[in-house]
C-alpha cells in the first residue's frame, strides 16, 4: 500500500469520510477510472491510501510507478452520506476490516485535528499484523482501539484472532443505550456481518451508516 498526498489546484476541502474518482489516461488513449476513500482529515489537504490489486488498472500504477510531478485526474470530492463532521455529541464506533480503515481513519484524524472530545472508537479487523494499515499512527490519535487478526497473530498477541461478529461486537462496541453513530467500511460481505451483529445488539439501523468496496470491475 502507498499514501499518495495530492496537489489539486483550486481544491476547495472535503469532509471526513468522502472519497474522489482518479482518472489515468494512457498514451494510446484508453481510460481506467476508480474511487479511492480519502485518506486525510479535512484541514490536511487531500491524500488517499491506495491498496494495490495486482489485476487492477489503476492502483498498480498509484502504488508502483507514481512519482512526484505526475498528473492524475481526480473528480471530487464525492459523497455527503459516510461522513463525520465532528459537530455531533454521541459517541462514534468505526467498524473497519482491511482498506474499509481508510475513510474512518480520516475521522478519527479530523477528531484529533479539531481537538474534540467526542468518544471514538474503533473496531478493526485485518488479517495479520503486517497488513494493520496506520499500525504506528492509531495508538496517537487519542481514540480507543480494538484489532483482530483473523489469519495469523505475532507471538504475545493479546488481542482477537477472529472475524468481527455479534459476540466480539458485545464485547467491544459502545453499549446500544448510548445511541452511538456508526461507520462500518470493508468488503460487502464484512458490512453485512457487523452491521447484523449490531442490529442484534440493540442498535437503530438508523444509526449505522455503511460504505462496502468489491473487486474492480
Known amino acids: 500500500m502507498k499514501t499518495l498526498e495530492l496537489d489539486v489546484p483550486g481544491w476547495a476541502g472535503h469532509r471526513a469520510g468522502q472519497h474522489v ?43 508502483d510507478e507514481a512519482r512526484e510531478g505526475d498528473q492524475l485526474e481526480v473528480r471530487g470530492p464525492i459523497g455527503g452520506y459516510f461522513v463525520w463532521d465532528g459537530t455531533e455529541t454521541e459517541p462514534v464506533l468505526l467498524v473497519a476490516g482491511g482498506s474499509g480503515v481508510v475513510p474512518v481513519m480520516a475521522m478519527a484524524r479530523h477528531r484529533a485535528r479539531i481537538g474534540s472530545t467526542t468518544p471514538m472508537r474503533l473496531i478493526y479487523s485485518s488479517r495479520s499484523w503486517d497488513d494493520v494499515i496506520y499500525r504506528d499512527e492509531l495508538e496517537t490519535l487519542g481514540i480507543e482501539v480494538f484489532q483482530t487478526l483473523t489469519r495469523e497473530q505475532p507471538p504475545g498477541w493479546s488481542g482477537y484472532s477472529r472475524r468481527i461478529d455479534r459476540e466480539l461486537l458485545a464485547e467491544t462496541a459502545w453499549p446500544a443505550s448510548q445511541s452511538p453513530r456508526v461507520y462500518v467500511c470493508g468488503s460487502t460481505r464484512f458490512v453485512d456481518a457487523a452491521a447484523d451483529g449490531l442490529l442484534e445488539l440493540g442498535y437503530d439501523a438508523g444509526w449505522i451508516r455503511t460504505e462496502r468496496f468489491g473487486a474492480t470491475g
Not at 489515468?24 to 489537504?45: F, K, W
Open 21 to 63: 474518482d482518479v482518472r489515468l489516461t494512457a498514451e494510446d488513449g484508453y481510460q481506467a477510472q476508480r474511487s479511492y476513500s480519502i485518506a486525510s482529515a479535512p484541514s490536511d489537504g487531500l491524500a488517499l491510501t491506495v491498496e494495490r490489486l495486482d489485476d487492477g488498472e489503476v492502483s498498480p500504477y498509484l502504488v
